[in-house]
């Protein structure tokens, strides 16, 4: 199993400033995505972090409004970018290993709210 | 492309009722299947989980699931909730090949009352 850190757990910000989110492994893992959970939503599929590489991003999200790192195998980040109201939700990093038959493990999440 | 379908968003039982959760997947090739549960205010947590072999599976706090492969259903079972199993329960998907990301369906908020 994984363990995943995520900072910070919460976080009040202006609109128009950015926030980006840390998320930390205990152990290398292979694949890394970011989630978003919208008030009373369910999770939708941001990206994958990619190592040394850019995100592959889903359908409806750009690399301008939610760029993202990996260095490494342990470590992502997730920039929420341009912050406007709409953007106030729950940021998730999970992670995974590369067999095809892995659970995925969860961070506890960023509840960002965007005033 | 991948779907999840879950029918009910919310439901409402007494303790020692019965729980069924409908779960219906759509994709072409061999998944993984899981269902997740989000007490209030908690993060996610790993409720059960099919990747192959026998398709009924037991989980953690006496739920269980079966998968109908005919059906592409996955549905989540208890024979009697306790009001502790108020929640949010969420059913994934992936495809069976390293990798992929989990595609989650809207959710079942289940409401139990003592």
């Known amino acids: 199993s994984a363990v995943i850190s995520q900072k910070p757990s919460r976080d009040i910000c202006q609109r128009g400033t950015s926030l980006t989110i840390q998320c930390q492994v205990d152990?290398?893992?292979?694949?890394m995505f970011w989630y978003r959970q919208q008030p009373g939503q369910s999770l939708t599929l941001i990206a994958t972090?990619?190592?040394?590489?850019?995100?592959?991003?889903e359908s409806g999200f750009v690399i301008d409004k939610f760029p993202i790192s990996r260095p490494n195998l342990t470590f992502s980040t997730l920039t929420v970018s341009n912050l406007s109201p709409e953007d106030s939700s729950i940021y998730l990093c999970?992670?995974?290993?590369?067999?095809?038959?892995?659970?995925?493990?969860f961070g506890q999440g960023t509840r960002l709210t965007v005033v | 492309a991948q779907s999840v379908s879950q029918h009910n968003h919310h439901v409402i039982l007494s303790e020692a009722a019965s729980l069924e959760l409908g779960c219906n997947y759509s994709?072409?090739?061999?998944?993984?299947l899981f269902w997740y549960v989000q007490y209030p205010g908690q993060h996610l947590q790993l409720l059960l989980k099919?990747?192959?072999?026998?398709?009924l599976v037991k989980g953690i706090k006496g739920f269980e699931a079966e998968f109908i492969k005919s059906k592409f259903s996955f549905n989540l079972r208890k024979p009697s909730v306790q009001w502790s199993d108020t929640a949010e329960y969420f059913c994934?998907?992936?495809?069976?090949?390293?990798?992929?990301?989990?595609?989650f369906g809207k959710g079942t908020t289940l409401s139990v009352s003592s």
């Open positions: 152990s290398q893992v292979t694949m």
């Open positions: 099919y990747f192959s072999g026998d398709p």
């Open positions: 994934a998907v992936n495809a069976r090949q390293a990798g992929t990301a989990l595609i």
């Open positions: 972090a990619n190592q040394g590489s850019e995100a592959t991003y």
């Open positions: 994709y072409g090739g061999t998944v993984n």
């Open positions: 999970s992670a995974t290993g590369g067999a095809v038959n892995t659970e995925a493990f």
